[in-house]
């Protein structure tokens, strides 16, 4: 990747805006939930972000935060490489909230005792307050939470009040109000915890004194603010899917820099039904933004021609990306700038931390210009997806765009599986996932989908009868899944009449189409696109 890879940190990117956000810092000691923990806090109105947890203290000092956050891990307090916790993090002068492995290493640390308890704790566990101190205060003095874990505390370190237990976990909750130190045994940040969510209200505002006022419309002003200060005069490209993050990314540079940023869509005649004009639309016509179509199907297809591996036809697919996207951009002079939609959780996943500037090819279509000289600009950088999708809301873009599925780079190309892409393949296919998701949309199950879409086996034909007539024609299989971040998913269970509705209009609609099938394997074993 030629962009230059000088991004500003996330933190810079968030808070270099004219105020100052506040801010409360998750420290990763490795647990399944850091994530979660970050996403939770911010949906307490808080901007939060996850740091390692060995961060050096200048930096978490310069950040001035409102207080911290210790994550659950996977290890042992007491196991050899289990990570410790550096005493000074807890006299930084500001609250720290211990949760689980967080908990534990605050309570090693300062002289309590933790040991392998007789029993671990898995999944829902009861709740018994004893004190609600000044973290559980107002909260039912029996609740269930969700725990995991093995070693538990026995005793609080001197000074600390114990507050609640657990079957397992003598003490489950703990807290040392004169020096801001607070620990609970069990996850808040899972939705089996019932009053997680309350718990951390009361760390965020009671303890740590945050004003609660992070919002979407916030982001976006910060934004645009922080853009405005990093390409002042200069102007810069933004290639366009069609997808929410890149059209956020673009609209957010548009409010800073307004016609100073040059939007490029390019169409390869892969997308589905009414895609482009829909693109078109929102960005040319109602936006008033610059764009530039790059009306690409017969290029694309001419690369095509005679690819039947699926590993093959992408990279044919991302090559002819690349040089289309190059010729737009070379027409345009050099813009300086470049927009990428990248999002926090592509920045923790590929380990980038927060400073490092990563780009996640499988997410772009296609990849990237090799050796475009151009400085990346990143507004997303900090966000989780359902953020950017209130920011897209807050920022006016149309309901379809802000919750379109995800859709694969090389598009309807590798839908149509173990053949060539043609035209005439590419018609049936698109045409078939128009019934799918217009009646997808009408059933009310748009949203809840992760994705839903068709499958077009190239070579197969089966056999079928339609008025006392043989006939040979496509099969069109259909996916629908569920998922969080598309690791694992699972088959969606559509109702049976929806699925009724659709196969018979497939048929009847469709020439050519004579059998639907539905695919019913989960990943994994499955992925979820055929190839
Ligand atoms: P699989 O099929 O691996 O898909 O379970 C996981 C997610 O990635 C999407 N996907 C792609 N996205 N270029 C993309 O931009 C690709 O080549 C590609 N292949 C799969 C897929 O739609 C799903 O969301």
């Not at 060995?54 to 210790?70: D, F, N, V, W």
């Not at 002289?111 to 029993?119: I, K, M, P, Q, S």
């Not at 205060?137 to 070693?151: I, K, N, V």
């Amino acid at each position: 990747m030629g962009a230059r890879a000088d991004a500003a940190p996330a933190d810079a990117v968030v808070r270099g805006g004219a105020a100052a956000t506040q801010e409360v810092l998750v420290l990763d000691f490795g647990g399944q939930y850091s994530q979660l923990i970050a996403r939770r806090v911010r949906e307490c109105g808080v901007f939060s972000e996850l740091l390692p947890h060995g961060t050096p203290l200048e930096q978490i000092r310069r950040r001035a935060p409102l207080g911290l956050i210790l994550s659950g891990g996977p290890a042992s307090v007491y196991a050899d490489d289990a990570p410790s916790l550096r005493l000074e993090l807890l006299e930084l002068g500001i609250p720290v909230l211990g949760i689980c492995y967080g908990m534990q290493v605050m309570a090693l640390a300062l002289g309590g005792r933790v040991e392998l308890a007789e029993n671990g704790e898995f999944g829902r566990c009861e709740l018994r307050v004893r004190e609600p101190g000044r973290l559980l205060a107002g909260l039912p003095l029996e609740q269930s939470c969700w725990m995991s874990h093995r070693d538990s505390v026995f005793e609080p370190p001197p000074g600390f009040t114990a507050l609640a237990s657990s079957p397992s976990s003598p003490v489950a909750a703990f807290e040392e109000v004169g020096r801001g130190l607070y620990g609970i045994q069990f996850h808040p940040e899972v939705v089996h915890t019932p009053y997680g969510t309350a718990i951390l209200e009361t760390f965020l505002t009671d303890v740590c004194g945050a004003d609660r006022d992070w919002t979407a419309a916030r982001v976006a002003e910060d934004q645009i603010e922080r853009i405005r200060e990093q390409v002042g005069d200069g102007r810069a490209i933004c290639g366009l899917s069609g997808g929410v993050d890149s059209s956020v990314a673009a609209l957010l540079v548009h409010r800073a820099i307004g016609d100073r940023l040059m939007c490029v869509f390019v169409d390869h005649g892969l997308l589905r039904r009414n895609e482009a004009d829909q693109v078109v639309a929102a960005f040319r016509d109602h936006f008033g933004v610059p764009l530039v179509v790059a009306r690409a199907e017969d290029r694309f297809l001419a690369r095509l021609a005679g690819v039947t591996d699926p590993e093959r036809k992408r990279k044919v697919i991302g090559e002819e990306f690349i040089r289309v996207f190059e010729e737009e951009a070379a027409r345009l002079g050099d813009p300086g700038y470049l927009v990428q939609g990248t999002l926090y959780s592509d920045v923790i996943e590929s380990g980038g931390g927060t400073g490092a500037a990563t780009i996640k090819s499988h997410h772009n279509v296609g990849g990237l210009p090799e050796d475009l000289e151009l400085e990346l600009v990143e507004p997303l950088r900090a966000l989780f997806k359902d953020e950017v999708r209130a920011v897209g809301a807050e920022l006016g873009l149309p309901e379809r765009m802000v919750w379109r599925q995800p859709f694969p780079g090389p598009g309807l190309a590798i839908r149509i599986v173990g053949g060539e892409v043609t035209r005439e393949r590419l018609a049936v296919l698109r045409d078939a996932d128009f019934v799918l998701q217009e009646e997808i949309r009408a059933a009310g199950l748009y949203r809840e989908l992760w994705q839903s879409f068709c499958v077009l086996p190239a070579e197969l034909r089966t056999v079928g009868v339609q008025g006392d007539e043989r006939t040979y024609g496509h099969v069109v299989a259909i996916r629908a899944v569920t998922s969080d971040d598309a690791m694992t998913a699972d088959w969606a269970r559509l109702p049976h009449d929806l699925l009724e509705r659709i196969a018979a209009r497939m048929v009847n609609e469709l020439p050519g189409v004579n059998r639907v099938v539905l695919d019913i394997t989960s990943k994994p074993p499955g992925t979820i696109e055929w190839e």
